[in-house]
C-alpha cells in the first residue's frame, strides 16, 4: 500500500485518474448540495412559521459538510489500493508482487 494523501498517485494510470474523476465529482456533488441547504434555510429563519424546516435544513448541511471529508478519505484509500503500473514507479521500488500460476 502506498501512502496517504499522495498527490503522484493520483495520475500514476488511467485507472487512477478516472478514479480521482468521480469521486471529485461526488465531493463537488454534495458540497453543493450543503451549501444549498444552508442558503434555503438561511431563507427559512426570515419566516417564523418556517424555523424549523430552516433548522433541520442546517443539520442536513452540517451533515453534508462532514461527508465531505468522508469522501476524500475513501478516495485516498481506493487510490492506495490500486496496482501502479511498472513505469510509474519509481526509481528503486520494490516491483509488484506478482500471483504464482497455479
Same mark, same amino acid.
Given at each position: /500500500?502506498?501512502? +496517504? ?13 478516472? /478514479?480521482?474523476?468521480?469521486?471529485? +465529482?461526488? &465531493?463537488?456533488? !454534495?458540497?453543493? /448540495?450543503?451549501? $444549498?441547504?444552508? !442558503?434555503? @434555510?438561511? #431563507?427559512?429563519?426570515?419566516y417564523p412559521n418556517l424555523v424549523f424546516a430552516g433548522t433541520w435544513l442546517f443539520l #442536513? @448541511?452540517? #451533515?453534508?459538510? $462532514?461527508?465531505?471529508?468522508? #469522501?476524500?478519505?475513501?478516495?485516498? +484509500?481506493? +487510490? ?8 510509474? &514507479?519509481?526509481? @528503486?521500488?520494490?516491483p509488484l508482487k506478482q500471483e504464482m500460476p497455479s
Open positions: /500500500m502506498s501512502k +496517504l494523501f499522495d498527490h503522484s498517485i493520483r495520475t500514476a494510470s488511467p485507472a487512477h485518474a478516472e /478514479m480521482v474523476r468521480k469521486y471529485e +465529482l461526488y &465531493r463537488t456533488m !454534495v458540497e453543493f /448540495m450543503a451549501a $444549498a441547504l444552508f !442558503v434555503v @434555510g438561511s #431563507i427559512f429563519f426570515f #442536513i @448541511g452540517s #451533515i453534508l459538510f $462532514a461527508v465531505r471529508p468522508s #469522501i476524500r478519505l475513501l478516495l485516498e +484509500l481506493r +487510490l492506495a489500493n490500486l496496482p501502479v503500473p511498472q513505469e510509474f &514507479r519509481p526509481y @528503486g521500488a520494490a
